[in-house]
């Protein structure tokens, strides 16, 4: 069956450093897929997504490049802020498939100072 | 944007009692929720897709008799947790599907 991995929080940053959380997937077929944000107390929220290979999802600051021979959609930033702190899951939905989401367990992020 | 609710945030009930838990599209109409559950230090699990108007589509090796869901209206999807015991205790997270999926806050059950 389909499955997400992505790295093993929790990761500790400076601020304006760079981030990376690797997400790499197993899927039949050509998924979508997405990266979720929840802020401490909240629900999660789409913080971006892409459809098909090489495209890349953007929003505030953040990246992913959909990247089929390596089936990884890592996500990245150039400089973080302490806002961003929460933790991320890395999803996908099968193509043609239920719009049930597959989640990564989510990476932590804690942004220091 | 748009906004799902889930009532109550947290429950502890005692083993062999039913704990009801709502899910609610606060701005928006969604014909399709999805409830999911979440161990400490684990993935979301999908158990189950609800359809307003027709019964829920549940994912492999979870019991549609333990977990009754249902989904009467446009905003409103339950879920039930019959005779709950504390192998149930668990975070439940609903969402519901606009033109993305919009996830609530999630409900924590303690089953003691």
């Known amino acids: 069956g389909d499955s997400v991995t992505q790295m093993e929080g929790p990761v500790t940053l400076s601020e304006e450093a760079f981030l990376t959380i690797n997400c790499t997937y197993t899927?039949?077929?050509?998924?979508?897929l997405f990266w979720y944000v929840q802020y401490p107390g909240e629900g999660l929220q789409l913080l971006l997504k892409?459809?098909?290979?090489?495209d890349k999802g953007s929003n505030k600051g953040f990246e992913a490049t959909y990247r089929k021979e390596t089936t990884s959609f890592h996500l990245e930033k150039g400089s973080v802020q302490v806002s961003d702190s929460a933790v991320y899951f890395c999803?996908?939905?099968?193509?043609?498939?239920?719009?049930?989401?597959?989640f990564g367990k989510g990476t932590h992020l804690i942004i220091q100072p | 944007g748009a906004v799902v609710s889930q009532h109550p945030s947290w429950v502890i009930c005692k083993s062999g009692t039913s704990v009801k838990i709502e899910c609610r599209s606060l701005?928006?109409?969604?014909?399709?929720m999805f409830w999911y559950r979440q161990f400490p230090k684990q993935s979301l699990m999908l158990m189950a897709t609800?359809?307003?108007?027709?019964?829920?589509?549940?994912e492999q090796g979870v019991e549609k008799d333990k977990f009754l869901i249902n989904h009467a209206s446009l905003t409103l999807s339950t879920l039930t947790v019959t005779s709950a015991h504390p192998e149930d205790s668990s975070f439940y997270i609903c969402?519901?599907?606009?033109?993305?999926?919009?996830f609530g806050p999630g409900t924590r059950l303690l089953v003691l």
């Open positions: 899927a039949t077929g050509y998924p979508s």
């Open positions: 609800s359809n307003e108007g027709s019964k829920a589509t549940y």
């Open positions: 999803a996908l939905r099968e193509a043609g498939g239920a719009d049930g989401l597959t």
């Open positions: 892409a459809t098909k290979a090489d």
């Open positions: 701005d928006f109409q969604a014909t399709t």
């Open positions: 969402s519901a599907r606009d033109r993305a999926q919009y």
